[in-house]
């Protein structure tokens, strides 16, 4: 399970409020490992989940143009390749169901690169962005 610490905290109550969602729903994922849960439903959670992930990219980015970041395209970057390493774990799940072998990677990629994107490259532009002064 993810919790997210002080340190994860950006600043930005808009960026910091979906980042404790998207945690949330990361850990509905782990749970369910735990749980007799159809894999009907999983698939259901892991939609969401990347439905989530795309409006809060989204979101990040736009707030990143807005106050002419100078390092969007990298960050943009780094969610696409965040994204697409997701699709894999969709498809793993897909193919083989809530595994081992599933749960070490959500574990391994997903979370371990969540967890390092929030307290660097985020935090980084929590502090771009507060020393704008935006609204």
Do not use: C
């Amino acid at each position: 399970m993810i919790t997210l610490s002080k340190d994860m905290e950006t600043g930005v109550d808009k960026i910091d409020a979906q980042h404790r969602e998207l945690v949330d729903r990361i850990n509905d994922i782990l749970s369910m490992g735990e749980r007799s849960i159809s894999k009907e439903e999983t698939e259901k959670t892991i939609d969401m989940l990347g439905t989530y992930i795309v409006k809060h990219f989204n979101d990040e980015e736009a707030l990143q143009k807005e106050t002419g970041y100078p390092k969007y395209d990298l960050h943009r970057e780094q969610h696409q390749i965040y994204f697409a390493e997701f699709e894999k774990l969709k498809n793993e799940f897909n193919e083989n169901g809530h595994s081992m072998e599933f749960t070490l990677h959500l574990n391994n990629s997903i979370i371990s690169w969540i967890v390092k994107h929030i307290k660097t490259v985020d935090s980084e532009f929590g502090k771009y962005y507060n020393s704008k002064k935006v609204l």
